[in-house]
């Protein structure tokens, strides 16, 4: 069974920062790739950073590039995003996603299979 639970989400003012981490359990696939994504009311779901396992290899939407960064601890199966100088504009619900490193890409959420609930995150101005 696969589980992807996301938690660190909040409120925060512009400017500040917030830790998201996804803990994964039972992801079917040989070679993996682990996504962050959001979604904002009325707004389509956008991926934000891509991470993958075997290598630690990054990529980051151009929106977020050089605030949030993407982290693993493969040792307790935890992706984590890092977000600094958080905009009311980053305002959203979080996911986690997990695919296979070899069809999954960050801007076709639809190729990533497995998804958390999501989390949170609202940036007050």
């Known amino acids: 069974q696969v589980q992807l639970v996301e938690s660190g989400g909040g409120s925060v003012q512009a400017g500040g920062s917030l830790r998201l981490s996804c803990a994964a359990s039972?992801?079917?696939?040989?070679?993996?790739?682990m996504g962050w994504f959001r979604q904002a009311p009325g707004k389509e779901r956008e991926g934000v950073a891509g991470?993958?396992?075997?290598?630690?290899?990054?990529n980051y939407a151009d929106s977020v590039k050089g605030r949030f960064t993407i982290s693993q601890d493969n040792a307790k199966n935890t992706v984590y995003l890092q977000m600094n100088s958080l905009k009311p504009e980053d305002t959203a619900m979080y996911y986690c996603?997990?695919?296979?490193?070899?069809?999954?890409?960050?801007?076709?959420?639809?190729?990533?299979?497995?998804w958390g609930q999501g989390t949170q995150v609202t940036v007050s101005s």
């Open positions: 996603a997990a695919g296979s490193a070899g069809r999954a890409v960050l801007h076709r959420p639809d190729t990533f299979g497995f």
């Open positions: 039972g992801v079917p696939y040989s070679s993996v790739r």
């Open positions: 991470i993958y396992r075997a290598s630690a290899s990054t």
